[in-house]
């Protein structure tokens, strides 16, 4: 079944850096298209950052672009968000998503994505 692993989350100080990884097993990573989303205490999901399933277009929110970096490792069955210039307000539990199919298009705003994993808590704090 598929399954989707978030880590490398934790407590950092406005400024700082993450690196948050997702291990992905039970369907063919390397023909998906992935995302991140993330959702704050008391907030709604946001839709953070997505790649398309050969790694070559990324797409970003308006609040992180500059400061993070959407990557995958097809070999590896890994996606990554590389988080720079952490804010308060980056503070949530992130998680990673499949598409729901392998011919769902990244960047077009779709929604048919879903989630398997538990996600990772990032907390920035001074």
């Known amino acids: 079944q598929v399954q989707l692993v978030e880590s490398g989350g934790g407590l950092v100080q406005p400024g700082g850096s993450l690196r948050l990884s997702c291990v992905a097993s039970?369907?063919?990573?390397?023909?998906?298209?992935m995302r991140w989303v993330r959702q704050a205490p008391g907030k709604g999901v946001e839709w953070v950052s997505e790649i398309n399933s050969g790694g070559g277009s990324t797409y970003y929110a308006d609040s992180v672009k500059g400061r993070f970096t959407i990557s995958r490792d097809n070999a590896k069955n890994t996606l990554y968000l590389e988080m720079n210039k952490l804010k308060l307000e980056d503070g949530a539990v992130y998680y990673c998503?499949?598409?729901?199919?392998?011919?769902?298009?990244?960047?077009?705003?779709?929604?048919?994505?879903?989630?398997w994993g538990q996600g990772t808590q990032v907390t920035v704090s001074s």
């Open positions: 998503e499949k598409a729901t199919s392998s011919g769902v298009v990244a960047g077009v705003g779709s929604d048919e994505f879903g989630r």
């Open positions: 039970g369907f063919t990573f390397k023909s998906h298209a």
